[in-house]
C-alpha cells in the first residue's frame, strides 16, 4: 500500500459495475477505506472479496436503490457506523437510456434523470454533513455525452442528464468552497463497461465511434478509476470545478 488515501474513508457507489470495481480496487490498494453499495448483490460482494483479498479494506451495502433517499441516508449512516468518518464521496453509478427526440416517452425520460441525476443530488446532500466536516471531495461521474452529441446515438436523455452532473459539480464546488470541500467530475468517453458491450456489437456503431477516437480504442474502467483516484488524493488538492474528459482523444477530433 503506497497510501494516498491512506487514513481516508471514501464512498464509492456502484462497486459491483466494471468502473465502480475498479474505483474501489484502486482506492483500498492506496490505503483508504472503502465504502461500496450496488444493486446488485453478487456482483457487489465479490468486489468487496477481490479487494479484502489483495488485503484491502471494504464493506458494502446491497442491495441499495441511490434513487430513494432513505437508501441514500442508510449508506452514508452505514459508512459512519462502519469507519467514523466521510473524506471522499465519488458519485460512480448511473444507468443510461438511449432514444431520439421523437421516440422517447415520458416514463423513460423520468427514468433517466433518476438513474442519472437525482441518485447524485440524493448521496451527496446526505454526504454533505460529514464531508463538511472532514474537508473532503466529491468525485461525479459525467460523460462525453454531457458536452457532444453523436449522430449514431440516440442518447436526448443521457446527454442532458450528464450535462446536468456537470452543472452540478461545478455548483458543488462553488458551494463546498468555504468548507474546504473540493468537487470535481470525470467524463468518459467509450469505455469498455457491461453497458457498452452490448452497444459494441453493433459493427456499424462501433465503427463509427471508434473511427473518433484518436488512440483507436477502447477506454479500459481502470483507466478511469486512476483519475477518480488522482481526483479523491492530495494530488489534486488545487483542483475544484473542472470537469476531466477521459476519451482517449474523441473530444479534439
Known amino acids: 500500500m503506497s497510501g494516498r488515501l491512506s487514513g481516508k474513508v471514501c464512498v464509492i457507489t456502484g462497486t459491483g459495475g466494471s468502473m465502480g470495481r475498479e474505483a474501489a480496487r484502486a482506492f483500498a490498494r492506496e490505503g483508504a477505506s472503502v465504502v461500496g453499495c450496488d ?9 468487496v472479496a477481490l479487494v479484502r483479498a489483495a488485503g484491502g479494506t471494504m464493506a458494502s451495502l446491497q442491495p441499495c436503490q441511490l434513487t430513494k433517499p432513505t437508501d441514500c441516508q442508510a449508506l452514508i449512516d452505514f459508512a459512519v457506523r462502519t469507519f467514523g468518518r466521510i473524506d471522499v464521496l ?6 443510461a437510456y438511449f432514444n431520439w427526440l421523437e421516440d422517447i ?33 466529491v468525485v461525479n461521474t459525467g ?7 453523436f449522430k449514431t446515438l ?4 443521457h446527454t442532458t442528464a450528464k450535462a446536468g452532473v456537470i452543472a452540478m459539480t461545478r455548483q458543488l464546488a462553488m458551494e463546498g468552497r468555504e468548507y474546504g470541500i473540493r468537487a470535481n467530475s470525470i ?3 467509450l469505455i469498455e463497461t457491461n453497458q457498452t458491450r452490448e452497444q459494441l456489437k453493433d ?16 477506454g479500459r474502467p481502470e483507466e478511469v478509476a486512476n483519475v477518480a483516484l488522482f481526483l479523491a488524493s492530495e494530488e489534486s488538492s488545487y483542483v475544484t470545478g473542472v470537469d476531466i474528459v477521459v476519451d482517449g482523444g474523441m473530444k479534439v477530433w
Open 39 to 47: 444493486l446488485t448483490v453478487d456482483a457487489a460482494q465479490a468486489t
Open 90 to 95: 465519488f458519485n460512480n453509478a448511473a444507468m
Open 105 to 137: 416517452t415520458d416514463e423513460e425520460w423520468d427514468r433517466d434523470r433518476r438513474e442519472e441525476v437525482d441518485l447524485v443530488f440524493f448521496l451527496t446532500r446526505a454526504a454533505w454533513p460529514h464531508l463538511k466536516a472532514s474537508r473532503g471531495v
Open 143 to 149: 460523460s462525453l455525452n454531457g458536452v457532444m452529441s
Open 154 to 157: 440516440g442518447s436526448l436523455a
Open 187 to 189: 467524463s468518459p468517453g
Open 203 to 218: 459493427p456499424e456503431w462501433a465503427a463509427a465511434m471508434l473511427g473518433k477516437t484518436l488512440l483507436g480504442r477502447l
